[in-house]
Each structure stands twice: as C-alpha cells, then as structure tokens.
C-alpha cells in the first residue's frame, strides 16, 4: 500500500533539549494510524515536526512523494495537511462561522463543505451564530476538528481529541473520525487507548523521542505485555 507520509529518523530540538531522537512513522493513504506513548514521549513533537511548527534538525519527512522537512509551515499546510492542535486552540470570542470562515484556503471552501461538515457535527449548524466561548469543552472540539475539514486536505493530523471529554462525547467524536477518514488520511495521536484500538488499523509506539514499535493495531491489541510496558495500560 502506497505510504501518504513518511517521517525518517527524524531528530527535533526545542531550545537546548533533544525531544525527537529518531522517529520513523509510516502513514498508508486511506488509513488511520495512532501514535501512542506515554506522556512526553514525542508524540505532539512528531506531528509539530511534520508541519514544521518545530521543525527536525535531520531526518527526511515526505509527504505525497515530496520532502517537506525544511518548507515553511504554512507552505506545507498549503500541500493539503490539516493541523488539529490539543486543548482545543480555537478562536474564543469569534462565533463558530468565524471561526470556519477564517480557515478557507480558498474563497468557498466552507460553503462547499458545509453540508459535510453539518452532517458530521450537527451542533455546530445549530450554534453557528455563538462565540467559541460559549460551546462546551465537546463543541469546542468539535469546531476544532471541522476547521481542519474546510480546506481540501488529503492529510488530517488530529492530537488528543479525546482530552477531558465525556464518554457520550467521546463516542461522537469517533464516529465523526471514522466517517471523515473515508476520504482523508489520518494521523490521530490519542491517550486514551481503547479509542486509539477501535479507530486505528496501524500504531506507531514512541518511548522517549524514539519509534520503538509499529504495525496492525489488531496485533497490538493482543499484545498486552507491548501495552503494558510502552502505554502502562492493563
């Protein structure tokens, strides 16, 4: 199956310290893939590095067949990345439309996907006109997550959209994540395990800066002595 993206022993500093210390990942077009790891094992790190929000020292990150390590952020988001950030960085004191409106590349992209992304969170159609401030830590997610759909990307890095959600939430957001995925590729870095396991069909596990596993999810799930040691799951 053909790689969408490829990140090769890629190293990132921030400031002084050695944060990435030789990640591999490997992203088929079409698929989900999760990045697991304890907290700060890299994991927002890699998905930064990819953007060039920090960007590697050395290593190779390809995307669609082009190296991109080295471009400018906003020429790589230009390619067809879509970026979703933890803690749900959205625009607070602008309204939900705002908040779409300003991440159009391209004059109509909202209104061509607007009907797409009112299917896949039909909250935001009904809170449309309300400031950021005003949704729920759910709904915030939820903006966050259709902003990086106004655009045509063909890549959607997605971090940790599960934080500090409730569980009724939480299965929302997955199924949102498995219909957007039947057209877009999609990097999710998640914590909560048992979402990455029914999402994902491949996982990457980084452990202090390094890829120290990789494959099928379904074998991962069988593999409890890998999650207990990498995720400090049961």
Known sequence: ????????????????????????????????????GRNGAGKTTTLKSVLGLTPPRSGRVIFDGQEIQGRRSFDIAALGIGYVPEHRAIFRDLSVLENLKIAERKKGDLARKEEFIFNLFPDLKRLIKLPGTNLSGGQQQMLAVARALVPDNRLLLIDEPSEGLAPVIIEQM????????????VVLVEQNFLMASRLAERYVIIDEGQTVKHGLMADLVADKATIHRYLGAA
């Open 174 to 185: 997955m199924e949102a994540i498995r219909q957007l995925s039947a057209n877009t590729t």
């Open 1 to 36: 199956m053909m790689n969408l993206l490829e990140v090769q022993e890629i190293h990132t500093f921030i400031g002084q310290f050695h944060i990435l210390e030789g990640v591999d990942l490997a992203v088929p077009v079409g698929s989900i893939t999760a990045v697991l």
